[in-house]
């Protein structure tokens, strides 16, 4: 198992390496630069500028002098606002990772009762009306969906406030987060669960008389769940890049609406550091995914 833990955690340092190899040199490629807007700076200014942060030197010397920088953990200053982008990204993720966190949550514990509830009622009245909904959340991307909650709830109905630090109510951005995984994992569920109950050994428990309720919770669940942990890592993923436009819809101060505007920008550093940050987030909940496997089922081999 060692082994196969430190296979993975150099796959995955390779894999940020190509992340920001790509990054840093796509991100170069695009016209223009962080200094030039409406009211350029001074040549002399700008001369200065360019040469505090390596701009003027050739791309390739600018690549080893980050790539210098990054593997001492030094991720720089911010282009436009000059703070620390370390302590910038750890206080605006605390607000993503709270956000994210329980969009998560419930799109977990929501998606594994209602796909049970789906396989146990297969053709029933449940089953349709779970499955119609799941289809239609599956189809409505998260920036639609936030923009129409913002618009009923918020600004129609006034049953939320909108989003400010005065007034932190997270209910509708978990909502426009949670819905698409929460319908996803409901699919993955009910498919699981009914080839699960279809199966000789849960047959076999039912004849001897074992609890219904023992029957579905201990034994179907547990194993209809292999399929939604390997879902777990992308839903993470899914989960904060979509936040980055549901942060930007709700105005929310998170890492995602950091990471837009630093794009608009042109913020290189901003746009370097929290495109690392969130691959390395990335590659470790697909690696913490891929170690549960053993956990729920440990007839599963990492050879």
């Not at 894999?15 to 040199?25: A, E, M, Q, R």
């Not at 977990?108 to 209602?114: A, H």
């Not at 129609?156 to 997270?170: A, G, T």
């Not at 292999?226 to 992308?234: F, K």
Request: aromatic content about 12%; glycine content about 6%.
């Amino acid at each position: 198992m060692w082994k196969y833990i430190l296979k993975r955690i150099g796959l995955a340092i390779v894999t940020v390496l190509i992340i920001t190899t790509i990054t840093f040199f796509a991100m170069n490629a695009i016209p223009g630069g962080p200094f030039e807007k409406e009211k350029a700076p001074d040549p002399a200014v700008r001369a200065v500028l360019e040469a505090r942060f390596h701009l003027d030197k050739p791309i390739g010397e600018q690549f080893i002098y980050y790539m210098e920088d990054m593997l001492k953990g030094d991720f720089g200053i911010s282009l436009k606002t000059g703070r620390d982008i370390a302590q910038t990204i750890g206080e605006s993720f605390a607000i993503s990772a709270k956000l994210g966190g329980m969009a998560a949550v419930v799109a977990l514990i929501f998606g594994l009762i209602f796909g049970a509830i789906a396989a146990l009622t297969r053709n029933g009245i449940f089953d349709r009306v779970i499955i119609f909904f799941t289809t239609l959340f599956v189809s409505v991307p998260s920036f639609v969906l936030a923009t129409l909650l913002l618009l009923v709830f918020c600004l129609k109905l006034s049953w939320f406030p909108v989003w400010s630090p005065d007034n932190q109510s997270y209910v509708l951005p978990i909502i426009a987060l949670a819905l698409y995984p929460m319908s996803y994992i409901i699919r993955l569920t009910k498919s699981s669960m009914l080839d699960v109950l279809g199966q000789d050994y849960i047959r076999t428990a039912r004849s001897k008389g074992v609890a219904e309720t023992k029957v579905i919770f201990k034994h179907a669940l547990k194993n209809a769940m292999i399929p939604v942990i390997t879902y777990m890592g992308p839903m993470v993923a899914y989960i904060l890049t979509g936040s980055l436009v549901v942060e930007t819809v709700f105005t929310i101060g998170g890492l995602g609406s950091k990471f837009v505007t630093s794009i608009t920008n042109r913020d290189y550093p901003m746009i370097m550091a929290t495109t690392i940050f969130l691959a390395v987030l990335m590659v470790i909940a697909t690696l913490i995914s891929d170690l549960i496997y053993k956990v729920v089922d440990p007839r599963i081999s990492f050879e």
